[in-house]
Protein backbone atom coordinates (compact mmCIF):
# COMPACT_ATOMS: atom_id res chain seq x y z
CA UNK A 1 0.00 0.00 0.00
CA UNK A 2 1.55 3.23 -1.03
CA UNK A 3 1.29 6.33 1.85
CA UNK A 4 2.25 9.16 -0.31
CA UNK A 5 1.02 9.65 -4.10
CA UNK A 6 2.75 11.50 -6.43
CA UNK A 7 1.57 12.73 -9.50
CA UNK A 8 2.44 13.16 -12.57
CA UNK A 9 5.05 10.58 -12.80
CA UNK A 10 6.77 12.97 -15.50
CA UNK A 11 6.19 16.62 -16.55
CA UNK A 12 7.73 18.59 -19.63
CA UNK A 13 7.72 22.75 -19.45
CA UNK A 14 9.15 25.84 -21.22
CA UNK A 15 11.44 27.81 -19.18
CA UNK A 16 9.97 30.13 -17.54
CA UNK A 17 6.67 27.89 -16.53
CA UNK A 18 5.24 27.30 -13.64
CA UNK A 19 5.33 23.03 -13.00
CA UNK A 20 3.19 21.82 -10.14
CA UNK A 21 3.60 18.87 -8.74
CA UNK A 22 0.92 16.59 -6.19
CA UNK A 23 1.54 14.59 -3.90
CA UNK A 24 -1.61 12.89 -1.12
CA UNK A 25 -1.28 10.95 1.57
CA UNK A 26 -3.90 8.76 4.31
CA UNK A 27 -1.89 8.47 7.31
CA UNK A 28 -3.08 11.39 9.51
CA UNK A 29 -0.14 10.85 11.78
CA UNK A 30 2.16 12.34 9.39
CA UNK A 31 3.11 15.50 10.73
CA UNK A 32 6.46 16.62 8.46
CA UNK A 33 6.06 17.15 4.71
CA UNK A 34 9.77 17.75 2.64
CA UNK A 35 10.64 17.75 -0.74
CA UNK A 36 13.70 16.01 -2.06
CA UNK A 37 15.43 16.99 -5.66
CA UNK A 38 17.36 14.60 -7.26
CA UNK A 39 20.04 15.09 -10.26
CA UNK A 40 21.08 12.04 -12.28
CA UNK A 41 23.60 9.82 -10.83
CA UNK A 42 23.19 12.00 -7.24
CA UNK A 43 21.21 11.32 -3.96
CA UNK A 44 18.51 13.66 -3.54
CA UNK A 45 18.85 16.40 -1.44
CA UNK A 46 16.53 17.99 0.52
CA UNK A 47 15.11 20.86 -1.00
CA UNK A 48 12.14 22.46 0.99
CA UNK A 49 10.02 21.44 3.61
CA UNK A 50 6.77 22.24 5.31
CA UNK A 51 4.71 21.31 9.20
CA UNK A 52 1.05 20.70 9.05
CA UNK A 53 0.23 24.32 11.05
CA UNK A 54 1.04 26.42 8.01
CA UNK A 55 -0.84 26.41 4.46
CA UNK A 56 2.27 27.52 2.73
CA UNK A 57 5.90 27.95 2.57
CA UNK A 58 8.14 29.36 -0.17
CA UNK A 59 12.02 29.29 -0.43
CA UNK A 60 13.10 31.41 -3.11
CA UNK A 61 11.66 30.10 -6.41
CA UNK A 62 10.31 26.71 -4.87
CA UNK A 63 6.78 26.81 -2.81
CA UNK A 64 4.98 24.18 -0.78
CA UNK A 65 0.84 24.65 -0.69
CA UNK A 66 -0.28 22.52 1.76
CA UNK A 67 -4.34 21.25 2.50
CA UNK A 68 -4.66 19.29 5.99
CA UNK A 69 -8.38 19.26 5.24
CA UNK A 70 -7.77 17.33 1.67
CA UNK A 71 -4.63 15.48 2.65
CA UNK A 72 -2.88 16.84 -0.57
CA UNK A 73 0.29 19.15 -0.72
CA UNK A 74 2.17 20.52 -3.87
CA UNK A 75 5.20 22.12 -4.95
CA UNK A 76 5.55 24.89 -7.24
CA UNK A 77 8.20 26.21 -8.71
CA UNK A 78 8.01 29.82 -10.83
CA UNK A 79 9.64 30.67 -13.46
CA UNK A 80 11.46 27.47 -14.10
CA UNK A 81 14.84 27.14 -15.81
CA UNK A 82 16.74 24.26 -17.27
CA UNK A 83 18.59 23.86 -13.90
CA UNK A 84 15.66 22.82 -12.27
CA UNK A 85 15.05 19.26 -14.52
CA UNK A 86 15.52 16.77 -12.35
CA UNK A 87 13.47 13.92 -10.46
CA UNK A 88 11.13 15.52 -7.29
CA UNK A 89 10.47 13.10 -4.29
CA UNK A 90 7.57 14.08 -1.59
CA UNK A 91 7.94 12.65 1.22
CA UNK A 92 6.06 12.46 4.52
CA UNK A 93 7.02 11.41 8.08
CA UNK A 94 5.79 10.68 11.47
CA UNK A 95 6.84 9.83 15.29
CA UNK A 96 6.87 5.38 15.22
CA UNK A 97 5.90 3.84 18.50
CA UNK A 98 9.54 2.88 18.59
CA UNK A 99 10.49 6.91 18.63
CA UNK A 100 11.88 6.77 15.37
CA UNK A 101 11.01 9.42 12.44
CA UNK A 102 9.56 7.31 9.73
CA UNK A 103 10.19 8.94 6.08
CA UNK A 104 8.22 8.13 3.31
CA UNK A 105 8.55 9.13 -0.01
CA UNK A 106 6.57 9.54 -3.21
CA UNK A 107 7.29 7.50 -6.60
CA UNK A 108 8.94 10.75 -7.89
CA UNK A 109 8.36 13.00 -10.55
CA UNK A 110 10.87 13.75 -13.45
CA UNK A 111 11.25 17.36 -14.64
CA UNK A 112 12.69 18.60 -17.62
CA UNK A 113 12.54 22.32 -18.29
CA UNK A 114 13.15 22.91 -22.13
CA UNK A 115 14.75 25.89 -23.34
CA UNK B 1 32.79 18.73 5.11
CA UNK B 2 32.49 15.60 3.26
CA UNK B 3 29.42 14.31 2.24
CA UNK B 4 27.76 10.83 2.57
CA UNK B 5 29.98 8.08 0.54
CA UNK B 6 28.98 5.05 -0.89
CA UNK B 7 30.89 2.66 -3.16
CA UNK B 8 30.62 0.80 -5.52
CA UNK B 9 28.46 3.41 -7.39
CA UNK B 10 27.61 0.53 -9.33
CA UNK B 11 27.95 -3.52 -9.60
CA UNK B 12 26.93 -6.12 -11.86
CA UNK B 13 26.16 -9.49 -10.69
CA UNK B 14 24.70 -12.74 -11.38
CA UNK B 15 21.94 -14.42 -9.70
CA UNK B 16 22.83 -16.24 -6.42
CA UNK B 17 26.58 -14.16 -6.31
CA UNK B 18 26.98 -12.31 -3.29
CA UNK B 19 27.28 -8.24 -3.10
CA UNK B 20 28.64 -5.87 -0.17
CA UNK B 21 27.76 -2.37 -0.36
CA UNK B 22 29.48 0.14 1.60
CA UNK B 23 28.51 3.87 3.18
CA UNK B 24 30.46 6.13 4.88
CA UNK B 25 28.12 8.50 6.63
CA UNK B 26 29.19 12.38 7.40
CA UNK B 27 31.56 12.38 10.61
CA UNK B 28 29.37 12.83 13.20
CA UNK B 29 26.45 11.44 12.58
CA UNK B 30 24.88 8.65 14.50
CA UNK B 31 21.93 8.09 12.21
CA UNK B 32 22.56 6.19 9.21
CA UNK B 33 19.68 4.85 7.28
CA UNK B 34 19.47 2.57 4.10
CA UNK B 35 16.86 3.15 1.40
CA UNK B 36 16.31 1.09 -1.71
CA UNK B 37 14.65 2.47 -5.01
CA UNK B 38 13.45 -0.03 -7.53
CA UNK B 39 12.95 1.42 -10.82
CA UNK B 40 9.72 3.66 -11.62
CA UNK B 41 8.85 3.20 -7.63
CA UNK B 42 9.31 4.93 -4.72
CA UNK B 43 12.30 5.18 -2.19
CA UNK B 44 11.92 2.42 0.40
CA UNK B 45 12.63 2.32 3.43
CA UNK B 46 15.56 -0.55 4.73
CA UNK B 47 17.08 0.29 8.15
CA UNK B 48 18.43 2.70 10.37
CA UNK B 49 20.90 2.85 12.82
CA UNK B 50 21.83 4.59 15.82
CA UNK B 51 25.76 4.15 16.17
CA UNK B 52 26.30 0.59 15.92
CA UNK B 53 23.06 -1.10 16.96
CA UNK B 54 20.00 -1.30 14.66
CA UNK B 55 17.07 0.48 15.67
CA UNK B 56 14.67 -0.64 13.02
CA UNK B 57 15.28 -3.12 10.19
CA UNK B 58 11.38 -3.72 9.59
CA UNK B 59 12.11 -2.21 5.61
CA UNK B 60 14.63 -5.41 5.03
CA UNK B 61 12.65 -7.40 2.59
CA UNK B 62 14.19 -10.75 3.64
CA UNK B 63 17.06 -13.07 5.59
CA UNK B 64 18.95 -12.64 2.23
CA UNK B 65 19.86 -8.55 3.68
CA UNK B 66 22.69 -8.45 5.99
CA UNK B 67 23.35 -5.33 6.98
CA UNK B 68 26.42 -4.17 9.77
CA UNK B 69 27.43 -0.60 10.96
CA UNK B 70 30.78 -1.54 12.56
CA UNK B 71 32.29 0.45 15.40
CA UNK B 72 29.22 2.97 14.50
CA UNK B 73 31.52 4.51 11.84
CA UNK B 74 30.60 3.17 8.22
CA UNK B 75 28.16 0.65 7.46
CA UNK B 76 28.04 -2.63 5.08
CA UNK B 77 24.68 -3.95 3.19
CA UNK B 78 25.60 -7.51 2.26
CA UNK B 79 22.91 -9.40 -0.47
CA UNK B 80 23.57 -13.53 -0.25
CA UNK B 81 22.69 -15.02 -2.56
CA UNK B 82 21.50 -12.00 -4.93
CA UNK B 83 17.98 -12.18 -7.02
CA UNK B 84 16.69 -10.63 -9.97
CA UNK B 85 13.94 -8.62 -8.13
CA UNK B 86 17.01 -7.01 -5.74
CA UNK B 87 17.96 -4.79 -8.35
CA UNK B 88 17.50 -1.33 -7.56
CA UNK B 89 19.75 1.83 -6.63
CA UNK B 90 20.40 1.54 -2.84
CA UNK B 91 20.70 4.86 -0.79
CA UNK B 92 22.39 5.74 2.01
CA UNK B 93 21.73 8.62 4.42
CA UNK B 94 23.08 9.65 7.40
CA UNK B 95 21.38 12.31 10.23
CA UNK B 96 22.03 13.95 13.33
CA UNK B 97 19.20 12.92 15.21
CA UNK B 98 16.33 11.25 15.08
CA UNK B 99 14.16 14.41 14.73
CA UNK B 100 13.06 15.79 11.87
CA UNK B 101 16.42 16.77 11.36
CA UNK B 102 17.55 16.67 7.21
CA UNK B 103 18.66 13.03 5.84
CA UNK B 104 22.25 13.60 3.50
CA UNK B 105 21.91 11.03 1.46
CA UNK B 106 24.59 9.90 -0.59
CA UNK B 107 24.82 9.45 -4.58
CA UNK B 108 23.94 5.48 -3.89
CA UNK B 109 24.86 2.35 -5.57
CA UNK B 110 23.58 0.66 -8.54
CA UNK B 111 22.72 -3.17 -8.24
CA UNK B 112 21.86 -4.70 -10.94
CA UNK B 113 21.41 -8.52 -10.85
CA UNK B 114 21.42 -10.73 -13.89
Known amino acids: QQQVKQSPQSLIVQKGGIPIINCAYENTAFDYFPWYQQFPGKGPALLIAIRPDVSEKKEGRFTISFNKSAKQFSLHIMDSQPGDSATYFC??????????????FGKGTKLSVIP | EAGVTQFPSHSVIEKGQTVTLRCDPI?????LYWYRRVMGKEIKFLLH????????ESGMPNNRFLAERTGGTYSTLKVQPAELEDSGVYFC????????????FGNGTRLTVT
Open chain 2, 49 to 56: FVKESKQD
Open chain 2, 27 to 31: SGHDN
Open chain 2, 93 to 104: ASGQDISNSPLH
Open chain 1, 91 to 104: AASYLTYSGRYQLT
